[in-house]
C-alpha cells in the first residue's frame, strides 16, 4: 500500500510539474548567457557576521555592482551584529549551516502522508480508496507541516475527518463527493493529539526545559 501512495503521489506531482518545466526550459535557455557572465566571489564581511533569528539588526545590500553590509536597526557599542541567513527552520539551518537556534519563530514539524494516513485509518477495507479520493481532491499530500503558529492545516482536520470515517459513513461521501468541513470535534481532537504523540515519540532526544 506504500508503495501505491508514493506512486499516487509521485504521478500527481509529475502532471503538475510538467507545465512549469516546459517553462522552465525556456527561462533557463534566457538565463545561460547571463550566468556565464557572472562570476563566483566571496563576501567575507557578511560571513564573519552570525545568525540569529529575531536578532537581525545588518543586512548585505548590492548597488550599483557594489556590496555593502549595513545596519538596519541602531546598533549600540558592544552589541553584536547579526546577519541574516533568511526565515529558515531549524533542519534547514543545520542543513545548510550546521547550527540550530534555541528559539525559532520559523520551526516547523512534518508530517509524513503516509504516516498520517497509517495512524489515523480505522477502516483497513476502504482505506485505499479513502486515499485515492483525497488524493484526487488534493487534500492529502506527501507532507503537512505544522509551524510555531499552532494552526492545524485545515487538509490535515479533512483528512483525518475522512480516515475516522466508517463503512457507511464512507459510503455516503462516495456518492455526495462533499468532503466535510475543517472543523474540529472531540474524537478529531483526540485522534490529532495521538497523531502527535506519536509523532513526538520519534524523536530520540528531547531539550530539557530549565526550571
Same mark, same amino acid.
Given at each position: ?25 525556456? %527561462?533557463?535557455?534566457?538565463? /545561460? !548567457? ?5 562570476? +563566483?566571489? *566571496?563576501?567575507?564581511?557578511? &560571513?564573519? $557576521? ?67 494516513? %497509517?495512524?489515523?485509518?480505522? /477502516? !483497513? ?5 479513502? +486515499?485515492? *479520493?483525497?488524493?484526487?481532491? &488534493?487534500? $492529502? ?71
Amino acid at each position: 500500500m506504500a508503495n501505491a501512495f508514493q506512486d499516487k503521489i509521485r504521478n500527481k506531482n509529475i502532471e503538475e510539474n510538467q507545465d512549469k518545466n516546459e517553462e522552465d526550459e525556456e %527561462d533557463e535557455e534566457n538565463e /545561460d !548567457e547571463e550566468d556565464e557572465k557572472e562570476e +563566483i566571489t *566571496m563576501m567575507p564581511m557578511a &560571513d564573519m $557576521l552570525n545568525h540569529k533569528t529575531g536578532f537581525n539588526n545588518a543586512r548585505l545590500f548590492r548597488d550599483k555592482g557594489l556590496l555593502e553590509m549595513t545596519a538596519i536597526k541602531k546598533i549600540k557599542k558592544g552589541e553584536q551584529i547579526y546577519n541574516t541567513y533568511g526565515e529558515l527552520c531549524s533542519a534547514d539551518l543545520l542543513r545548510k549551516y550546521g547550527f540550530v537556534d534555541e528559539n525559532n519563530m520559523y520551526d516547523i514539524v512534518e508530517l509524513n502522508g503516509q504516516f498520517v494516513v %497509517d495512524t489515523l485509518s480505522i /477502516d !483497513e477495507d476502504t482505506k485505499n480508496k479513502k +486515499i485515492e *479520493m483525497l488524493l484526487e481532491e &488534493d487534500i $492529502l499530500d506527501d507532507i503537512f507541516v505544522l509551524d510555531t503558529t499552532c494552526e492545524i492545516p485545515p487538509e490535515l482536520i479533512i483528512t483525518a475527518k475522512v480516515m475516522r470515517m466508517d463503512k457507511a459513513q464512507f459510503k455516503k461521501l462516495q456518492k455526495s463527493e462533499k468532503f466535510p468541513e475543517p472543523k474540529m470535534n472531540l474524537d478529531i481532537k483526540q485522534s490529532l493529539i495521538q497523531l502527535f504523540e506519536k509523532r513526538l515519540a520519534m524523536y530520540k532526544t528531547s531539550i530539557k526545559v530549565k526550571g
